[in-house]
């Protein structure tokens, strides 16, 4: 077992065992050792394992939670965010149309600034009917005052309920928590995953605490007043501080959980994979890692300098430190899981995240932007070779303004 060293001379145990998970389970036992409080259900898939796996960890009391079945998405996601307004650190999750029918309380959570962690199990939106993998329903919250991470394998997600709850319920901050995957490609995909202890993990995460703004008979406030002109710009401008300050408690978090852990992560905000001497590379988010990692090492083998930058961290975008990482390079390809009809030169949400990032720097690189893998089609390897191809055919020539390419799309 692994050992870490507190202070001067104790020690306690780091890691307690190791399992085959696929991600709604790893989800389950990050739930688990968080210590929720409370638990709002209304399972759909993909997601759906997560509340399947957590009633058993209640039935067999190795978690004292209450584990609440809703009559549906929106009335779980109120359950959720009154609970966390009492004070209880709060659990819940959905995919796809169930996280849009829920939309009203999720933006009333955010706007309230209260921290529970939801899962989302990406799922394309109906019609026509898909669970297959797209990530529109995360983003769809993504300029509402929400945390959004994507993880890439079962112990990033264990690691990441941890390391959400740590940073939303954090005074600083206090914003709700998505967790994103993909769904399918990672919800029902097995991986080892290491599981954490209990006092390892209470080192980690400090109790939930509202202070002065938990919501209790003793202590008689106001949640959700009607406002209107008089002082909404000023609490839109509160999230706007919150969501800035969020950065710096997300670099303390990681810093944190390296210190008790061990070096798991160099970067908080996103994983580069051989990028070192790369002229082009490739950016993109969850399980597109998989068969983008191992292009690269394909396109390595005969000589080509490519790599590839799995982002992490959607919201808050690191602005700054993407453009110190990407501004190295002759060319980058944006790989879109996502939609986004009507859009500026028809690009994919993630493009123009990336495009208006780099927009100020003097030297940068060329941009050209993938669509593929919507409703859980299969990204395979060759279809990652055949965009690292297009990005480096960019790197040595002006963009044109037809630079978006559906790729894996029957014609």
């Known amino acids: 077992m692994a050992r870490i060293k507190e202070d001067i001379k104790e020690e306690f145990e780091v890691w307690e065992k190791e399992d085959l998970l696929n991600g709604c389970q790893a989800v389950s036992h990050g739930v688990r050792l968080a210590d929720v409080d409370v638990i709002a259900a209304y399972p759909i898939r993909p997601y759906t394992e997560v509340m399947d796996v957590l009633s058993k960890i209640i039935a067999d009391g190795e978690l004292d939670a209450e584990y609440i079945i809703a009559d549906s998405e929106h009335s779980q996601f109120e359950i959720v965010k009154h609970a966390s307004s009492v004070g209880a650190r709060a659990f819940a999750g959905s995919s796809g149309t169930g996280w849009m029918y829920g939309f009203e309380a999720l933006v009333v959570t955010a706007t309230d600034r209260l921290p529970p962690l939801f899962l989302v199990g990406n799922r394309a939106l109906d019609d026509p009917g898909a669970f297959g993998v797209e990530h529109n329903d995360a983003m769809a919250v993504r300029d509402m005052g929400w945390l959004i991470c994507w993880v890439t394998t079962a112990q990033e997600a264990l690691e990441h309920v941890l390391i959400g709850y740590r940073v939303a319920e954090d005074k600083r901050v206090r914003m709700p928590m998505g967790l994103a995957m993909d769904g399918a490609f990672l919800t029902h995909s097995q991986h080892m995953v290491q599981m954490p202890t209990k006092e390892a993990v209470e080192r980690f995460l400090p109790v939930y605490d509202l202070g002065k703004r938990r919501l209790h008979p003793d202590n008689p406030i106001t949640i959700a007043p009607q406002v209107n002109e008089d002082w909404v710009m000023e609490l839109r401008r509160q999230n706007w501080e919150a969501a800035r300050r969020a ?130 089609r299969d990204v395979s390897i060759d279809d990652c070779i055949r965009m690292y191809d297009l990005t480096l055919q960019a790197k040595d020539g002006e963009v044109e303004d037809e630079f978006v390419t559906w790729i894996g799309v029957r014609e």
């Open 247 to 376: 950065k710096k408690v997300i670099v303390e978090a990681y810093e944190e959980f390296n210190g008790i852990f061990g070096p798991r992560y160099s970067s908080p905000f996103f994983t580069e994979f051989m990028t070192g001497d790369a002229e082009a590379v490739m950016i993109g988010l969850g399980a597109l890692a998989m068969p983008a990692r191992t292009a690269v090492r394909r396109l390595r083998e005969q000589g080509q300098k490519v790599g590839y930058v799995n982002l992490r961290w959607f919201r808050p975008f690191p602005t700054q430190e993407l453009r110190e990482c990407l501004g190295r390079f002759k060319a980058v390809g944006v790989i879109d899981r996502d939609f986004a009809h009507g859009s500026p030169d028809s690009g994919g949400i993630l493009l123009h995240e990336i495009r208006s990032c780099l927009y100020p720097l003097e030297d940068r690189p060329n941009i050209i932007n993938f669509i593929t893998g919507l409703g859980g």
